[in-house]
């Protein structure tokens, strides 16, 4: 490379403007140094800009003594150590384009060099993982937003790693999943009796209906039907949701049978009749009775007329 230079005609980085200024400078008597420092030019550059002639004789007294010369440089290069590196690496970071040129001319070259380097290589990108670690999750959360359809396909493609993932994803957002089921326990809660009644075969009323009851119990559970008390808000657990008409003997989860109690008062009824127990809302059982009679006549009569019952739900 060095060669090449040579031949080609000399042009300056400086820029003409400035070159004339120095021109003037000079032919005033002002010395190299002191004009550099006031252009803010580095003296060599400034010296060649001036006087061509003085790069090529440099260059000729290099070449004359070049072993000398490698000599003496090696000696400062030893003296300074770290310098060169320095300087390089700031060079490259001013740089960037050329770099990329660099590798894109010389695919050979980087390959091989990250074969030397492999263990380096890897230090380095860790070293800059963790010192960037904030940014790049930042960057691939987006990108993981944006990119849905492959993170599902991913997902079923390794199904280790993601579950792996999603274990760590808990691990550094502890309460997240303890959060979510309490704000969907009244839906949970909900389809979970729903479940339990189609295992049952019972009838189902309408969901949204059932899920409001189980809301209630949650949110603003006011007075409990059997001992007419308030439910606490601050109680824990708040309301309950009973079956007024036990399910456990196949009445309907719907929400004419459904009623919000206290825990406590739900444990001590259990599975027994509602004509058995203590009351003090007895118009709740009356309602429950009538709704749950329609159901059993309405299942009577299906049977009478042959219909087919199949999965018997949806009474309302
Ligand atoms: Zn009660």
Redesign the pocket.
């Known amino acids: 490379m060095p060669e090449k230079q040579v031949e080609k005609p000399f042009r300056s980085s400086i820029p003409e403007e400035k070159l004339t200024r120095a021109r003037k400078m000079r032919k005033e008597g002002m010395s190299y140094q002191k004009i550099a420092d006031d252009l803010g030019i580095a003296y060599s550059t400034l010296r060649y800009a001036i006087s061509p002639g003085v790069r090529k004789r440099n260059k000729e007294w290099y070449e004359e003594n070049k072993e000398r010369n490698k000599e003496s440089c090696r000696k400062w290069h030893k003296d300074h150590p770290g310098y060169s590196k320095e300087k390089s690496k700031e060079w490259r970071k001013n740089h960037p384009e050329y770099n990329k040129e660099y590798r894109e001319e010389n695919p050979e070259y980087s390959k091989e060099y990250y074969r030397n380097n492999k263990e380096h290589k890897k230090e380095c990108s860790k070293e800059y993982y963790r010192k960037n670690k904030e940014r790049i999750k930042e960057r691939r959360k987006e990108w993981r937003k944006n990119n849905p359809e492959y993170m599902k396909k991913w997902r079923e493609a390794n199904p280790e790693y993601a579950k792996e993932h999603s274990k760590e994803w808990r691990e550094d957002h502890p309460g997240y999943g303890e959060k979510w089921r309490k704000d969907n326990l009244a839906e949970r809660n909900a389809h979970t009796a729903k479940r339990r009644a189609l295992k049952r075969a019972a009838t189902v009323g309408d969901l949204d209906e059932i899920k409001k009851i189980y809301r209630k119990a949650r949110e603003n559970p006011g007075i ?1 039907y ?2 007419g ?1 308030q ?1 606490p808000d601050e109680f824990l657990g708040k309301g309950q949701v009973d079956h007024i008409f036990p399910a456990s003997k196949g009445y309907p989860t719907a929400s004419f049978n459904l009623a919000v ?2 825990a ?2 739900n444990f001590r009824k259990g599975t027994r009749m509602p004509d058995g127990v203590d009351m003090h809302d007895r118009s709740v059982v009356e309602r429950a009775r009538q709704g749950c009679n329609l159901v059993l006549f309405w299942k009577l009569l299906k049977l009478i007329l042959g219909l087919k019952t199949g999965r018997i739900g949806e009474v309302r």
């Open positions: 409990c059997i001992c008390k439910i109690v206290h406590r008062c």
